[in-house]
């Protein structure tokens, strides 16, 4: 009898060891850069300032794949980065806000707000703060795989300006939201830029009051979405039930979806909101691997 007990007692509690021993990775992840702290890194100096929303310097980086860095960084008046440069990751600057001079190998170039440009693997960069005012920036970078053939780098700088890219539509899409594509992918000819490796198109979406470009799914690429400016619900998951959910969101929050997870946005405001996303194949396609 007292065998028998002690068996039950077991199957009992085994089920709740399991459980709480099982560890499901998450779909997405939210930040909100005004809550992330601070690290130090390889661009960092005294008067520049990182703070780590995805990827390197994040406390979960077991989901992300191709997203080597997002973060968001502030250079005091006058101050500057750290130049650098990576053998087999490309960047992508997006200037939220001041003004400042762009290092690109042995040239330099003025940048101010929306200003955006591509930073290919390989060639030395860096920013410095050229006004009296703070200057803020989104760095993005993205991890090139083994084998995958790198192009030469361009030899001009390729900038350009997100008021200067026209508003359009895109086919999938309801006509509440518009778009201005940004950057694509070096096979792409529809983007102002079109030079990426991994990343497969940059661009800043505008929500019509109400509008929203209908939640949906990648099956090949990651995703992340920085708030700009308004405020509604992200639609982020699905999960095994495939029911989305909404998340109340405004400027600054940033999400990271992984493949297959939901991904989405209505605009619950009564003026535009504005939304930076960026995406990245994973995996990489085979057709563009070197041989």
Same mark, same amino acid.
């Given at each position: 009898?007292?065998?028998?007990?002690?068996?039950?007692?077991?199957?009992?509690?085994?089920?709740?060891?399991?459980?709480?021993?099982?560890?499901?990775?998450?779909?997405?992840?939210?930040?909100?850069?005004?809550?992330?702290?601070?690290?130090?890194?390889?661009?960092?100096? +005294?008067?520049?300032?990182?703070?780590?929303?995805?990827?390197?310097?994040?406390?979960?980086?077991?989901?992300?794949?191709?997203?080597?860095?997002?973060?968001?960084?502030?250079?005091? +008046?006058?101050?500057?980065?750290?130049?650098?440069?990576?053998?087999?990751?490309?960047?992508?600057?997006?200037?939220?806000?001041?003004?400042?001079?762009?290092?690109?190998?042995?040239?330099?170039?003025?940048?101010?707000?929306?200003?955006?440009?591509?930073?290919?693997?390989?060639?030395?960069?860096?920013?410095?703060?050229?006004?009296?005012?703070?200057?803020?920036?989104?760095?993005?970078?993205?991890?090139?795989?083994?084998?995958?053939?790198?192009?030469?780098?361009?030899?001009?700088? &390729?900038?350009?300006?997100?008021?200067?890219?026209?508003?359009?539509?895109?086919?999938?899409?309801?006509?509440?939201?518009?778009?201005?594509?940004?950057?694509?992918?070096?096979?792409?000819?529809?983007?102002?830029?079109?030079?990426?490796?991994?990343?497969?198109?940059?661009?800043?979406?505008?929500?019509?009051?109400?509008?929203?470009?209908? +939640?949906?799914?990648?099956?090949?690429?990651?995703?992340?979405?920085?708030?700009?400016?308004?405020?509604?619900?992200?639609?982020?998951?699905?999960?095994?039930?495939?029911?989305?959910?909404?998340?109340?969101?405004?400027?600054?929050?940033?999400?990271?979806?992984?493949?297959?997870?939901?991904?989405?946005?209505?605009?619950?405001?009564?003026?535009?909101?504005?939304?930076?996303?960026?995406?990245?194949?994973?995996?990489?396609?085979?057709?563009?691997? &070197?041989?």
């Amino acid at each position: 009898m007292m065998k028998r007990l002690a068996f039950a007692i077991v199957l009992l509690i085994l089920p709740t060891t399991i459980c709480a021993q099982r560890r499901v990775a998450p779909t997405w992840l939210h930040r909100n850069a005004a809550n992330v702290p601070e690290k130090s890194t390889d661009i960092t100096t +005294p008067s520049c300032h990182y703070k780590p929303v995805f990827g390197a310097g994040d406390s979960e980086t077991r989901i992300i794949r191709s997203v080597a860095r997002f973060g968001e960084v502030t250079i005091d +008046p006058s101050g500057h980065c750290k130049e650098v440069s990576y053998p087999a990751e490309e960047q992508i600057y997006y200037v939220l806000a001041g003004n400042g001079t762009l290092s690109y190998g042995e040239k330099k170039a003025s940048v101010k707000k929306d200003d955006f440009m591509y930073l290919p693997p390989q060639v030395r960069h860096g920013l410095a703060n050229t006004s009296s005012s703070p200057l803020r920036f989104v760095v993005m970078g993205y991890n090139i795989p083994h084998g995958v053939s790198i192009p030469a780098p361009p030899s001009e700088l &390729q900038i350009a300006n997100t008021n200067d890219v026209k508003l359009e539509s895109v086919a999938g899409h309801p006509e509440s939201t518009q778009y201005r594509l940004l950057l694509g992918g070096k096979k792409g000819t529809r983007d102002r830029i079109d030079c990426g490796i991994v990343v497969t198109s940059l661009f800043l979406m505008e929500f019509a009051p109400g509008g929203t470009n209908f +939640p949906h799914h990648h099956d090949t690429a990651e995703e992340i979405y920085l708030v700009i400016d308004g405020h509604g619900d992200i639609v982020a998951g699905g999960g095994e039930n495939g029911i989305e959910g909404l998340h109340p969101s405004k400027a600054g929050d940033a999400y990271f979806f992984r493949l297959n997870s939901t991904v989405g946005f209505y605009n619950r405001g009564k003026s535009k909101a504005h939304i930076l996303a960026v995406r990245s194949w994973y995996p990489f396609p085979e057709r563009d691997y &070197q041989n």
